[in-house]
């Protein structure tokens, strides 16, 4: 058989001439400097459609209370889990821990983000990206104490203008709850204190409250 030769190690070879001097090459841009970019790109798009946009997400009473939604899975996935707290979770015994809990999850765990036009979040889409305004938060709170067996809770708006306050409230043995998770409010006690206390001007607003079965202005 035959064998190969030897290979001899050759001789370092010789460095090629350094190229002509050109343009510099171009910085790769940072992630960051990439978010901003398409952000801006984003909001261009939005603005230039802001009209359709709010015109296709108007509410009438009807379809406002059909976004109160206890039995949507991403809301029962929330309320599952308050309620393994609990064992077993009793209404009237659990309820007062399980509302804070649910006050903690969207003050916590939902982080405030201001939308450049009027838009309805799905509660799915709140869990997912673990961010909504505070309109959506007050939904998904609302849907969630229902949930937790509490038929009182609901959405209630001040509107002045293009401006927009909402919060939730509630009663349970006689006590008036009010929770605002975008705002870090939570109060309680007499109905009418803890109303006067949180509604200010309210002759040159409307008001209104809502759940999945009700409407009414105030």
């Given amino acids: 058989m035959a064998?190969?030769?030897?290979?001899k190690r050759r001789g370092e070879p010789k460095p090629e001439p350094a190229p002509p001097p050109s343009e510099p090459l171009p910085v790769e841009e940072s992630e960051l400097e990439a978010m901003k970019r398409r952000l801006a790109l984003h909001r261009k798009i939005?603005?230039?459609?802001?009209?359709?946009?709010?015109?296709?997400?108007?509410?009438?009473?009807?379809?406002?209370?059909?976004?109160?939604?206890?039995?949507?899975?991403?809301?029962?996935?929330?309320?599952?889990?308050?309620?393994?707290?609990?064992?077993?979770?009793?209404y009237d015994?659990?309820?007062?821990?399980?509302?804070?809990?649910?006050?903690?999850?969207?003050?916590?765990?939902?982080?405030?983000?201001?939308?450049?036009?009027?838009?309805?979040?799905?509660?799915?889409?709140?869990?997912?990206?673990?961010?909504?305004?505070?309109?959506?938060?007050?939904?998904?709170?609302?849907?969630?104490?229902?949930?937790?067996?509490?038929q009182t809770a609901k959405v209630v708006v001040e509107?002045?203008?293009?401006?927009?306050?909402?919060y939730v409230t509630f009663e349970y043995d006689d006590t008036f709850y009010l929770m605002d998770p975008a705002h870090s409010v939570n109060a309680s006690g007499k109905k009418d204190d803890v109303i006067s206390e949180q509604i200010t001007d309210a002759e040159r607003k409307l008001i209104y409250e809502f759940n999945n079965l009700e409407y009414n202005e105030w």
């Fill in 93 to 150: 015994r659990d309820f007062p821990k399980a509302a804070q809990l649910a006050y903690s999850y969207c003050h916590d765990e939902i982080k405030n983000e201001f939308l450049p036009v009027d838009f309805w979040l799905t509660p799915e889409d709140i869990v997912e990206l673990k961010a909504a305004d505070e309109m959506d938060k007050a939904i998904f709170l609302c849907s969630l104490l229902i949930a937790l067996e509490n």
């Fill in 46 to 90: 939005i603005e230039r459609y802001r009209d359709i946009i709010e015109t296709s997400e108007d509410k009438s009473v009807t379809e406002l209370r059909s976004l109160i939604n206890p039995e949507n899975s991403a809301v029962a996935g929330v309320r599952d889990l308050i309620n393994s707290k609990f064992r077993p979770y009793l």
């Fill in 159 to 166: 509107t002045e203008g293009r401006k927009r306050h909402a």
């Fill in 3 to 7: 064998l190969l030769p030897f290979m």
